[in-house]
Each structure stands twice: as structure tokens, then as C-alpha cells.
């Protein structure tokens, strides 16, 4: 076959990358649906267990917060030593305090044990 280009006004069929005549080998796209679809199954992977510890983390810091707000806004009429453990009750009232007395030694509803560490933040242990 006779390839004639108007741009360059020459026969240019021997500098084609692809054949130009009838007996030229076929051009036949590659199957690419199967990579494609590898590649999609490994990223969503990839991407949901990244979304999955990102959850993760929320949730720990949402917790985090929870514990902090709740022990900030209790009743408390003393300044709270790094390092050591104070439980929260409610009392008679449904209002929250803190105290350094044992849930063995006091008779109020215990909401939980927590430490206060050196960034401040109230961080619940197990009593």
C-alpha cells in the first residue's frame, strides 16, 4: 500500500511504526482487563486496611477525649498529682467528682479509674 503524507508531501509507509499493507501482521490490542483488575483488587486492599488503622486511631483519640472531657468537667477541689490514679464517681446528685478514695472504699456508682500523665491528659486504667 501506497502511504502518502500531506504534511510532509512524501511517502513515508517504511517509517511507520505499524504495518501499512494488507500482508502486514495484525495490531491486536493487549488484554490489559486482567492487570487492571489485579491492580484495582491491591489498591482497595492497600486502602481499606490504611482506612481501617486510621478508624482505629480515630476511635482511640475520640476515647481519649471522652475520658479527658469527662474527668475535666467533674467536681474536684484539689490539684491532681502526674502520676497518680483517681477514680470518678457520681454522686446522690448524677454529678461527676474525682477522688483518691478506692471503688472498695466508697459506696458511690465508680465511672472509672484514671491516671493523669505528664501531658496533662487523663488516661483510664483498670482499678
Same mark, same amino acid.
Given at each position: 500500500?501506497?502511504?502518502?503524507?500531506?504534511?510532509?508531501?512524501?511517502?513515508?509507509?517504511?517509517?511507520?511504526?505499524?504495518?501499512?499493507?494488507?500482508?502486514?501482521?495484525?495490531?491486536?490490542?493487549?488484554?490489559?482487563?486482567?492487570?487492571? %483488575? !489485579?491492580?484495582?483488587?491491591?489498591?482497595?486492599?492497600?486502602?481499606?486496611?490504611?482506612?481501617? $488503622? @486510621?478508624?482505629?486511631? &480515630?476511635? *482511640?483519640?475520640?476515647?481519649?477525649?471522652?475520658? %479527658? !472531657?469527662?474527668?475535666?468537667?467533674?467536681?474536684?477541689?484539689?490539684?491532681?498529682?502526674?502520676? $497518680? @490514679?483517681?477514680?470518678? &464517681?457520681? *454522686?446522690?446528685?448524677?454529678?461527676?467528682?474525682?477522688?483518691?478514695?478506692?471503688?472498695?472504699?466508697?459506696?458511690?456508682?465508680?465511672?472509672?479509674?484514671?491516671?493523669?500523665?505528664?501531658?496533662?491528659?487523663?488516661?483510664?486504667?483498670?482499678?
Amino acid at each position: 500500500m501506497v502511504v502518502f503524507n500531506d504534511e510532509t508531501q512524501q511517502f513515508d509507509a517504511a517509517l511507520k511504526p505499524y504495518g501499512t499493507s494488507a500482508s502486514s501482521p495484525v495490531i491486536k490490542p493487549l488484554n490489559t482487563a486482567s492487570w487492571k %483488575n !489485579d491492580g484495582i483488587q491491591r489498591v482497595n486492599k492497600q486502602l481499606k486496611s490504611e482506612f481501617e $488503622e @486510621v478508624k482505629k486511631q &480515630y476511635e *482511640n483519640l475520640l476515647q481519649k477525649f471522652q475520658y %479527658n !472531657d469527662l474527668v475535666y468537667n467533674a467536681k474536684f477541689s484539689f490539684e491532681p498529682n502526674v502520676g $497518680e @490514679v483517681y477514680h470518678l &464517681y457520681y *454522686n446522690k446528685k448524677e454529678e461527676t467528682f474525682l477522688s483518691i478514695i478506692s471503688p472498695e472504699q466508697c459506696n458511690f456508682k465508680h465511672l472509672g479509674s484514671f491516671r493523669l500523665n505528664s501531658d496533662k491528659m487523663w488516661e483510664k486504667v483498670e482499678a
